[in-house]
């Protein structure tokens, strides 16, 4: 059976927000080469992700962050839990990541929420990548676009879903058997239900359980408010280089995500490429494959130290 074990970081930093939320940051890898931000979707947390940016550590410099109320990070104001403050996040990890650790070539790597927070980011604060990867992002159509419903609805499920979802366990264990069990997780790598229920819980001391990190009232109101985002028309605006990498729009169990990303390449041309046989969770399904299309991407744009 297989068990992941993450590295040691080779630095943690922690960083203050606007509004006084604090985010920790873990850098790994290899500190000569060029600089990778990374963090995760909607209730999740980048650790989770290892199985992927495993691949990257020898080549890139990798750093990682979760989203506020994600996990490493001590709970904040959960009113505050929504995608703008996302963004005003992802501005001040880019800007003091880059003091910390010292001004390189950086790319973005960015999966679901956390790909449509570099969108508005990107859009209404400004490019600071030399190169962006968004991977599978939940972006919603505007109304009259023949996809806006179904973007819509898939994100207002998942907020109706998720605000009763529970959010105690014995034990990290009990959690990845749940994953383990689940058939629209039964794709993932072996090891990474596991390692998820790892990365998305902490030890309660005082109660003797597991709690998750991220509380499920603000795990559903970023759904509902992304289900009322409209990006998608200012997409021709981003200024590249960007690469979309979905989940498969011809798989039986597509889901919203995979189709709407396909017809927005179709509407702006920008660079896309699919996984095949892949569900949202694209990182964790296929990480080996994940981790050459982006090795690949930043190759075809001179991405070097």
Same mark, same amino acid.
């Given at each position: 059976?297989? $068990?992941?074990?993450?590295?040691?970081?080779?630095?943690? #930093?922690?960083?203050?927000?606007?509004?006084?939320?604090?985010?920790?940051?873990?850098?790994?890898?290899?500190?000569?080469?060029?600089?990778?931000?990374?963090?995760?979707?909607?209730?999740?947390?980048?650790?989770?992700?290892?199985?992927?940016?495993? *691949?990257?550590?020898?080549?890139?410099?990798?750093?990682?962050?979760?989203?506020?109320? *994600?996990?490493?990070?001590?709970?904040?104001?959960?009113?505050?839990?929504?995608?703008?403050?996302? +963004?005003?996040? !992802?501005?001040?990890?880019? /800007? /003091? +990541?880059?003091?910390? &650790?010292?001004?390189?070539?950086?790319?973005?790597?960015?999966?679901?929420?956390?790909?449509?927070?570099?969108?508005?980011?990107?859009?209404?604060?400004?490019?600071?990548?030399?190169?962006? #990867?968004? &991977?599978?992002?939940?972006?919603?159509?505007?109304?009259? *676009?023949?996809?806006?419903? #179904?973007?819509?609805?898939? $994100?207002? !499920?998942?907020?109706? %879903?998720?605000?009763?979802?529970?959010?105690?366990?014995?034990?990290?264990?009990?959690?990845?058997?749940?994953?383990?069990?689940?058939?629209?997780?039964?794709?993932? +790598?072996?090891?990474?239900?596991?390692?998820?229920?790892?990365? #998305?819980?902490?030890?309660? @001391?005082?109660?003797?359980? %597991? +709690?998750? =990190? =991220?509380?499920?009232?603000?795990?559903?109101?970023?759904?509902?408010?992304?289900?009322?985002?409209?990006? =998608?028309?200012?997409?021709?605006?981003?200024?590249?280089?960007?690469?979309?990498?979905?989940?498969?729009?011809?798989?039986?169990?597509?889901?919203?995500?995979?189709?709407?990303?396909?017809?927005?390449? $179709?509407?702006?041309?920008?660079?896309? $490429?699919?996984?095949?046989?892949?569900?949202?969770?694209?990182?964790? @399904?296929?990480?080996?494959? =994940?981790?050459?299309?982006?090795?690949?991407?930043?190759?075809?744009?001179?991405?070097?130290?």
């Amino acid at each position: 059976m297989t $068990e992941f074990t993450l590295p040691t970081p080779l630095e943690t #930093i922690d960083l203050t927000m606007d509004d006084g939320a604090l985010i920790r940051v873990r850098r790994h890898g290899n500190k000569t080469g060029p600089r990778l931000i990374l963090a995760h979707g909607n209730g999740f947390a980048t650790d989770a992700y290892y199985p992927f940016w495993q *691949h990257l550590l020898e080549r890139f410099e990798v750093v990682l962050y979760d989203q506020r109320n *994600h996990g490493h990070n001590p709970r904040h104001d959960v009113t505050h839990h929504d995608i703008s403050y996302f +963004v005003s996040d !992802m501005e001040t990890v880019f /800007q /003091q +990541v880059k003091a910390a &650790f010292g001004e390189k070539k950086t790319a973005g790597v960015f999966h679901s929420i956390s790909a449509v927070t570099a969108v508005w980011h990107a859009l209404d604060v400004g490019w600071r990548w030399d190169a962006l #990867i968004l &991977f599978d992002p939940p972006l919603v159509p505007s109304v009259g *676009h023949e996809l806006h419903e #179904i973007g819509r609805d898939f $994100e207002l !499920m998942l907020a109706d %879903w998720s605000k009763d979802r529970p959010d105690r366990f014995a034990d990290p264990a009990e959690l990845g058997d749940q994953f383990k069990k689940s058939k629209s997780l039964s794709r993932w +790598v072996e090891g990474s239900h596991d390692l998820m229920a790892r990365s #998305i819980l902490r030890h309660d @001391e005082e109660a003797g359980d %597991w +709690v998750l =990190c =991220c509380p499920p009232q603000g795990e559903s109101q970023v759904y509902a408010t992304n289900s009322k985002l409209d990006l =998608c028309p200012r997409l021709g605006e981003l200024k590249g280089p960007v690469k979309f990498i979905t989940s498969d729009p011809d798989d039986p169990n597509a889901r919203s995500p995979g189709l709407v990303n396909r017809a927005l390449h $179709e509407e702006f041309g920008h660079p896309y $490429e699919i996984v095949p046989g892949t569900t949202h969770m694209v990182q964790i @399904e296929k990480p080996a494959e =994940c981790a050459a299309i982006v090795t690949a991407f930043l190759d075809e744009n001179g991405f070097t130290g």
